[in-house]
């Protein structure tokens, strides 16, 4: 007698097989759905849009929007920074850098004109947004695309 000559017998029909399998498949459903709904519902503390994302050579500016929300429990001051890794290719205006109290989930949109220089080569070009939360720090990355 071979090692798979007979199948293992749990006592078990083939009824109940579907009945099990059908309620490991709805609880597993369940699971992933509620992952997916938890993980699209985190509101970020800062968030980036850019407008256009790119830009042709010459042919204007583009504006940043950055959300910042508090996420914490209770009252936070907020610094926000926004600069360009290069600075000599990019100018962002205002260059001020606001500090807000915001209360428990409170947002605020800051909005930015990103303007290329006169001597900008085509490329990407990284613009870096810093956000104190009182104690805690939050950076997001956004790029902008210049095309000849």
Do not use: C, H, W
């Amino acid at each position: 007698m071979g090692l798979y000559d007979s199948a293992l017998n749990f006592g078990i029909s083939k009824e109940q097989i579907k009945k099990i399998g059908l309620i490991v498949a709805t609880i597993l459903v369940i699971i992933i759905l509620a992952y997916l709904i938890s993980t699209i519902a985190v509101v970020k503390p800062l968030s980036l849009q850019l407008n256009p994302p790119s830009l042709k050579m010459g042919k204007g500016n583009s504006t940043l929007k950055v959300i910042i929300t508090n996420t914490f429990e209770n009252e936070r001051v907020a610094t926000l920074i926004v600069r360009a890794a290069d600075e000599t290719s990019l100018q962002i205006n205002p260059i001020d850098n606001p500090t807000v109290k915001l209360a428990k989930g409170e947002t605020r949109e800051f909005y930015y004109e990103v303007i290329p220089s006169e001597t900008i080569l085509p490329g990407r070009y990284l613009i870096t947004a810093e956000l104190q939360l009182g104690e805690k720090t939050f950076v997001e990355n956004i790029y902008l695309t210049l095309k000849k």
